[in-house]
């Protein structure tokens, strides 16, 4: 399994953020490449499911997730399934200025040896530069809508 993970610091309460994490219409807003969004009850509660299409690298890749657990203001965990398996961890943090977002993909691709080497020479990096983007673009978001306190 490979492992990509990423946090920002987002000036905004952790239930700020998750109101706009939690909800899965709008991550083609913010998340780069996503499209197609399909979401069934009882999204973002656990045994959820959204299945949606990324687009990178000229592949339109379809990945379906399922909730696994669902803490509002603090844990959003989604199964993966589809060109990856593995797990999507959204963890909430209280921080001084609002809230920290840390993202974790555990993840593999399907390929064996084969799908380790080319996991290891561009896929990771890949999934690195779009969550990296996905949180710049996510914190953007959250901030221009947030209550200053």
């Known amino acids: 399994m490979a492992i990509v993970q990423r946090s920002v610091e987002i000036k905004a309460s952790p239930q700020e953020t998750m109101a706009l994490l939690s909800d899965a219409s709008r991550w083609p807003d913010w998340y780069p490449g996503m499209a197609g969004i399909d979401i069934a009850a009882p999204f973002p ?63 593999a691709l399907p390929g064996g040896v084969l799908g380790r080497i080319a996991d290891a020479l561009i896929v990771r990096r890949m999934n690195a530069n779009s969550l990296e983007r996905a949180l710049h673009n996510f914190k953007a978001l959250v901030e221009r809508h947030a209550v200053v306190a």
């Open 45 to 107: 509660e656990a045994g959820g499911k959204v299945a949606f299409k990324v687009k990178s690298a000229g592949l339109s890749m379809p990945i379906r997730e399922t909730v696994l657990e669902y803490t509002p203001g603090a844990l959003q965990l989604l199964q993966m399934e589809g060109m990856l398996s593995g797990r999507a961890r959204w963890e909430l943090t209280p921080a001084a200025d609002g809230t920290t977002l840390t993202t974790t993909f555990d993840y």
